[in-house]
Structure formats: structure tokens, C-alpha cells
């Protein structure tokens, strides 16, 4: 049964299975909807690679006639990074790919523009100064993989590379991705489906192959709540953070297109389940295992969570208000417990609300998706909400 929200819209019930140890969570999650605009969403948290909590409710499109259901997944934009960066930690711990070689040693087009000697982890850790393109970027050439990587390759960096970090949103994708490309001769995806994904049995794809779309969530705009404000403030931004947010400009409206679902995109268009989710960052919360299963080295596990630098970020500076620093591949939960009270938890948000993230020294894991997106980057509030509860209930 459902019962009225405090604006008169009904509260879906929700289904799954919730440890009555983390009530709390279920109380978070089911006051997400009644109290921070969800439509539909799902969370998993995993304690040690036991499956505590897998929660699913509400609706799966804006006109309220999709049931979200156990499998239903959604695009989860930059929480993507995270299992992009899973990837390419795997390279390095097969001997593959050595994280501070310069990347041109394994893709030498990118050595142009004083890039010679930058290396892998800068592009791991938002520091390559490549956080957008100079020159405009239209969607169907954001699609291509083979000529948005050439501009990357060309193209100078914004800023002194290794001095700070600056949110590369889109581009990640496409430069850590050609890097995994060059020495494996596959996409992330095909990757990602052959060497992770495929034998646990996660359900994760970069894209979204045709026949899966009758499952996927609809992506419903933020509701922002004056477009003039918004301007003004974009219009404050630096380029090299312009560039980043809006060099194409994206949104619910292209994520929720066949185009947008049929490219290759590592940085943005992860689709899953909050379950699939939840057990790609279990790799690291279980230091490299996953149910039983070697992923990582331990060390391999561990070095993902290295930081790089704390520091006002060239690109979200402004919207975070505070200094945040990356690790290879992820964001520390740091002083301001973006992902919950350790510093040194860490994990990835997407645009909109989604997150995943790992804690190893509470072996915990967690992955939340939705699909009436916030206005955030990252720590959106029913976000926040779960995760605290998360470790209230530890």
C-alpha cells in the first residue's frame, strides 16, 4: 500500500530485503520519497560482501506508469569513473599499465602540447589539466570515440598539470579509457564486460546495449529553481571549468537518448542496478575480493585510494565551498564525510544523486541509483541520508 506525501503524491511502497540491524536505512531511503522528491530509486549496502540491504521503489518514467523493479537499472553518469577506474586498476596489477609511466608511452599521439612527459595517474586524479576541450564540441562528435580522443591527444592543458585537481567530467572517459583501449586493444566496455563484469555476473554495462533498453529508468530533469541564477553563475566560471560542465552540454534529455545509450562514454553513461553498483566498489571495500573471487591484489586494492592533494578544485571548487581531494580514480571522503565518517572511505557520485562507495576498514559497500535527478554534482541529500544511516546501523 502507499499513502500521500506531505504534497498529496503517493509514496510508493517499497520492496527487497533490509537487516533489521540497518532499519535505518529503509527509514532514509523511504523518506527520500517522502521528503526529498524521489521518484524512483534503488539502494544495496553490502557489510563484508554480505548483502544487508537491497531496496527498490517508486517509478521508472516521469509519468508515473513503470514500476521500478528489482532489475530495472538507470544511467548513473559519473559514478561510472569509479568502474572505469576499476579497469584500469586491474592493468595495473597484471603488470600492464604502470600508473606514473607518461601516457604517451602508450598512446603517442597524446605526447603533443607539452603533454610528453604527464602520466597515467594525472589523468586517474583530475590532474591533467584536460578537464574540457577548447574548441566547441558537438554531441554527435562527442560520440565519436576515434576524433574526440585525437583533440584530447592535440590539445594543451588548462593548467599546469599535477598542481591541482579540476573535475574532468566527460573527458575522463575518453582519456582513461583510450589508455586501457592501447594496451588491452578493447574498450572499457568490452573490457569491463569480459574481464569483470561477465564473470561475477554484475549488472553493469558503459552504454546500454539495445536489447536491455525496455528495463532502463527514464532520467527526469532537476528542478532548478531559477534559470537566470544558474546562468549567472556558470557565467562566473573559468573556461577551463566551463569547458568541463558544458563542452557539450548534457543532460536527462540526451541520456535518455538511443544515441546517448549506444556510445561509448566510461566517464558518463554507466548503466546498472544500486546492487551491480554496490558490488563493483565491494571490489575494494573486500580489498580486492569480490564473493570468494581474487579482482585486485590487495595493494592494488589500496593504491586505488591514494591521494593526490587536497585542494580547492579548478572546476567544482565553487559548488563544493570546500577542498576536496581525488584519489586514482575516486574522491576521498575526507573532513567533510562525503562518504561517511572515515577520511579515508571514498567512492564516486554522479550527476544528478547516484553514488557508490567503499569503506575497507568497515568492509563496507554501497550503491545507490535514481532517476529524478538533483541539481548536485555530488552530496546530494538523499545521498547523504542513506550513507549516514548506513553507518549508523555498522
Known amino acids: 500500500m502507499s499513502e500521500p506525501d506531505p504534497a498529496g503524491a503517493p509514496v510508493p511502497s517499497i520492496e527487497g530485503h533490509c537487516d533489521p540491524r540497518f532499519a535505518a536505512v529503509r527509514d532514509a531511503f523511504e523518506a527520500n520519497f517522502r521528503t526529498r522528491d524521489e521518484l524512483g530509486a534503488a539502494v544495496t549496502v553490502q557489510v563484508h560482501g554480505e548483502t544487508v540491504v537491497d531496496l527498490w521503489g517508486g517509478w521508472a518514467d516521469s509519468a508515473r506508469t513503470r514500476r521500478w523493479e528489482h532489475d530495472t537499472v538507470v544511467n548513473v553518469w559519473s559514478t561510472t569513473k569509479g568502474v572505469t577506474a576499476l579497469c584500469a586498476h586491474v592493468l595495473a596489477d597484471r603488470g600492464l599499465l604502470d600508473l606514473d609511466a607518461p601516457v604517451a608511452s602508450y598512446w603517442p599521439e597524446f605526447g603533443a602540447a607539452g603533454k610528453e612527459r604527464l602520466p597515467v595517474r594525472f589523468l586517474l586524479s583530475h590532474r591533467a589539466g584536460l578537464s574540457g576541450l577548447r574548441e566547441p564540441l558537438s554531441l554527435a562528435e562527442f560520440y565519436d570515440w576515434g576524433l574526440t580522443t585525437a583533440r584530447l591527444a592535440a590539445t594543451e592543458p588548462w593548467w599546469e598539470p599535477g598542481t591541482r585537481s579540476g573535475y574532468h567530467a566527460l573527458t575522463y572517459g575518453f582519456l582513461v579509457g583510450e589508455v586501457i583501449r592501447r594496451v588491452t586493444g578493447q574498450l572499457p566496455g568490452a573490457f569491463l564486460r569480459e574481464e569483470i563484469t561477465g564473470p561475477l555476473g554484475i549488472d553493469f554495462t558503459i552504454g546500454l546495449p539495445e536489447k536491455e533498453a525496455a528495463r532502463a529508468a527514464e532520467l527526469v530533469h532537476p528542478r532548478i529553481t531559477s534559470s537566470s541564477d544558474h546562468a549567472a553563475a556558470f557565467a562566473q566560471l573559468a573556461p577551463a ?27 558518463a553513461n554507466g548503466h546498472g542496478t544500486a546492487r551491480a553498483v554496490a558490488r563493483l566498489y565491494g571490489v575494494f571495500a573486500g580489498r580486492g575480493r569480490s564473493e570468494g573471487r581474487v579482482v585486485l591484489s590487495e595493494r592494488a586494492a589500496e593504491r586505488a585510494r591514494e591521494g593526490q592533494g587536497r585542494c580547492r578544485d579548478l572546476v567544482l ?54 532517476n529524478r535527478m538533483g541539481p548536485r554534482i555530488a552530496d546530494d541529500p538523499r545521498k547523504m541520508a542513506l550513507v549516514e544511516a548506513a553507518y549508523a546501523s555498522l
Open 317 to 370: 571548487g565553487a559548488g563544493f565551498g570546500h577542498e576536496t581531494e581525488c584519489a586514482l580514480g575516486f574522491w576521498l571522503s575526507g573532513p567533510h564525510a562525503s562518504y561517511g565518517p572515515n577520511p579515508r572511505a571514498f567512492g564516486h557520485d554522479g550527476f544528478g544523486g547516484s553514488c557508490g562507495m567503499a569503506d575497507p576498514e568497515a568492509g563496507l559497500s554501497l550503491g545507490y541509483v535514481m
Open 241 to 267: 571549468a566551463q569547458a568541463a560542465l558544458a563542452n557539450p552540454s548534457v543532460g536527462a534529455t540526451q541520456a535518455n537518448s538511443d544515441a546517448w545509450r549506444a556510445a561509448e562514454l566510461p566517464a
